[in-house]
């Protein structure tokens, strides 16, 4: 078969950017190691602001108008319910944050996110709110499993999925096309995760990756607001949320930690007032980059190859308006976001190169 697109990957990434070129009409095939990745462990919380200072996340303005109407959208097609908005309340740490917020919140960029004039006495079963806080408008959560599960097995009803790892053995290139196995593409995407690092075409991209643990606790009292400071809980259901997350840049195997799970019960334990009890944990290996901005392009010597990937952890929030921005590129030759493409590393692979 002969397809437009041969995707490697289908964690966040791949799943996304497979699906945006489907439905722009174009033929896909998406082949996945299978088993547990980085995706599967995300806690796909999306949020408009972000870091301990809390300021505007990078190209808000673009990527949450888009966000919202494209999960809705893929939702309806695959039939399955996995986007959940809920407001975020983000506990301010001093009463210095509570002033510079006041004045912050009234400017016209932020108004559209923010609500400050908050009754905390709705919070006070579950948390120690001493200096207040600020309650996101436009966040909410994506249940990652649902949506890779619903995707998979739409590709797979459409013969359009095959399980097992790249093997660029099986690869041959042509000035047109790419074949691998019995597949024939006009190009080969790969949204492989942290596995770029092994990838012969892409490992000179300076990729920065970061370990994440997540638990899963009972709760005692239902909540409808996702609470963050430093961490967040994230209710999943009346009965259980998820806590997390930790970063850790020197260990990067998916194994569960002790270390991380007793950061978080600390982290827990300074504003969470309820008993609780851990039911689960998680762990994962983000491939976020040097920069902390995506890695979307062509290579640079072999032009039916390209990459989408890099989206760290905010996956859930780039990958759609960025999936799209992709497409207008590879099909309508539109100029990427000059802080995505990939040409900004280009050195690196001339260098590498001699």
Known sequence: MRYDYLIVGQGIAGTILSYTLYKEGKTIFVLDAGGKNSSQAAAGIYNPLTGQRIVKTWEADNLFPFLQSFYLEFEKFLHAHFFHPIPLYRLFESVEEQNN??????????????????????????????????????????DVQTMLKAWKFFLVQQVLYKEGYFDKNKLTLFSDHVEYDDIQATRLIFCDGVHALSNSFFEWLPFNLVKGELLKITLEKPVHVIFNKGIFILPINDHEALVGATYNWDDQTSLCTDQARDELKEKLHQFYKLPYTIVDQWAGVRPT??????????????????????????????????????????????????????????????????
């Open 101 to 142: 917020w006041m004045g912050k919140a009234s400017e016209e960029s932020f108004k559209w996110m923010v609500e400050l004039n908050i009754d905390r006495s709705l919070y006070d079963p579950w948390i120690t709110d001493l200096h207040g806080g600020l309650r996101c408008l436009h966040s909410g959560y994506i």
């Open 289 to 354: 980059t040097r920069d902390r901005r995506p890695f979307i392009g062509l290579h640079p010597s072999f032009f039916n190859i390209g990459i989408f990937n890099g989206l760290g952890t905010k996956g859930i929030s780039l990958a759609p308006y960025f999936a799209h921005h992709f497409y207008t590129h590879l099909e309508h030759h539109k100029q990427l976001h000059q802080e995505v493409q990939i040409n900004r590393y280009f050195s690196l692979y001339s260098n590498g190169k001699k």
